[in-house]
């Protein structure tokens, strides 16, 4: 998959779905410190759904704001561990039965809550 991992994605989650053959661009390397709008931008041109644990991307896409991007998966975990938050990715991209296209995904541990962008 495609993504577009904000800046408060864990490199150690990056590296680790790199590593299992996710294309990641990763804002912390490459884009440090830019807005939401230039991060929606780019996910659109470059076809890469949004990975983050910023809830004003949630907001975003509810209100339309994010139609020319894939998808936006919201992470909600406290705290915000890296080696949890890397094994709940892995373990959810590793379901081909989730669709993350086209959806504003919410998840958890326990849960995935999505509705249609």
């Known amino acids: 998959m495609r993504l577009l991992a904000d800046e408060n994605i864990p490199l150690e989650s990056v590296r680790a779905l790199r590593h299992a053959g996710h294309d990641v661009f990763a804002a912390t390397e490459s ?4 807005h939401d709008q230039a991060h929606l931008e ?3 041109v470059e076809q890469r759904v949004i990975l983050t644990f910023d809830q004003d991307f949630g907001e ?6 994010a139609r020319s991007v894939p998808g936006v998966i919201l992470v909600r975990m ?14 959810l991209f590793g ?3 989730i669709e993350w296209l086209g959806h504003l995904s919410v998840i958890d ?3 995935i809550r ?4």
């Not at 999505?114 to 962008?117: A, E, F, T, V």
């Open 31 to 34: 884009a440090p410190g830019q």
């Open 42 to 44: 780019r996910a659109g």
């Open 60 to 65: 975003l896409a509810a209100r339309g704001f």
């Open 78 to 91: 406290v705290p915000k561990d890296a080696s949890a938050v890397t094994a709940l990715l892995l373990d």
């Open 95 to 97: 379901r081909p039965e």
């Open 109 to 111: 541990p326990n849960h």
């Open 114 to 117: 999505q509705r249609p962008l």
